[in-house]
């Protein structure tokens, strides 16, 4: 019997309307759009407006539109995952808001936390679902409301992220298309660079921990940089090597959107030229699980049927990975 692939079958995304841009940022701490222009590549971000409104707001716009545009009765899906770091709430997981939000009823649902690899996570684990050949229709979602934890204040962290969202459509695949390969990594002692001090079971929320600003993200940016910088870069070359990718055989890299310079070194390590690798943190930031499929959704139109796709990204934890995907389906053919 041949091995069952799971294949993405249609996404979609979905940004905020407020764009909190660097000009307004110069205006909140002491910064300048030069700066975080050299620094990040990031000119402005996409911010969630509004009272009561979280990341399963973003969620829930993003499955809509991918159940709308993939012709999919919300009751054929068996199963819904959802990448965040920031969920309504600590429970119950994300992913079931947006299910009863849109309607979804026969599936289960859970969450996936592996910071800004979380996306590709889910998407591996998604996949192993499908080919069980239990599964037929699994949705990923990659979001979050970065800004809720995010200290305005600060000017470390507050000029890098912003809110989006984004879920892809998994089914099994009719044809070689597919995930092929994937590469996954953790090292939990990074957790000390890049981590939420308070809100967990160790530190619960007191009046000390909000006072202390313990509740957004705190990041020592060099060390988070250099191990970035490596990982992502020898984790995509090793996606390559295994399946014996030259950088001629490949059509996109979708790299997670933390700082041009990463996403930068990595081109250069597979060999790849600028117009293959798909950038667009200059004007979204680094909305964490968001960024891929941000990316894949924008770049839908130019994605083709058999195309060879790296996927990859390093976050919090440290987490980090790579996946090796050919493209199912001729994106120009499909609404946007
Ligand atoms: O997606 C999750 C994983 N996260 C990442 O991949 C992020 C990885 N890290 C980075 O992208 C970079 O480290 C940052 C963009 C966060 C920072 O860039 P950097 O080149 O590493 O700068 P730095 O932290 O070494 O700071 C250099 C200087 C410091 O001043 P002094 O100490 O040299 O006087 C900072 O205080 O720049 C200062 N600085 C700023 N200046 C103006 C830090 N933030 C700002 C700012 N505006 N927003």
Known sequence: MTKIRAAIKGIHAWAPEYVLTNKELEKMVDTTDEWIMTRTGIKERHILKGEGKGTSDIGTEAVKGLLKKTNTNPDDIDLVICATVTPDMVYPATANIISDKVGIKNAFSFDINAACSGFLYSLVTASQFIETGKYKKVIVVGADKMSSVVDYTDRTTCVLFGDAGGAVLLEPSEDENGIIDSRLYTDGSGRVHLHQKAGGSVRPASHETVDN????????????????????????????????????????????????????????????????????????????????????????????????????????????????????????AVAK
């Open 213 to 332: 600003k313990e509740h957004f993200v705190y990041q020592e940016g060099q060390p988070v940089f250099k191990f970035a910088v490596t990982r992502m870069a020898d984790v995509s070359v090793e996606i390559m090597e295994r399946n014996n990718l030259k950088s001629e055989d490949i059509s996109w890299l979708v790299p997670h959107q933390a700082n041009m310079r990463i996403i930068d070194a990595t081109a250069r390590r597979m060999g790849l030229e600028k117009e293959k690798v798909m950038i667009n943190i200059e004007r979204y930031g680094n909305t964490t699980n968001g960024t891929i499929p941000m990316c894949l959704h924008e770049w839908q139109d130019q994605l083709k049927k058999g195309d060879n796709l790296v996927l990859a990204a390093f976050g919090g934890g440290f987490t980090w990975g790579a996946i090796y995907l050919k493209w199912a389906f001729d994106g120009k």
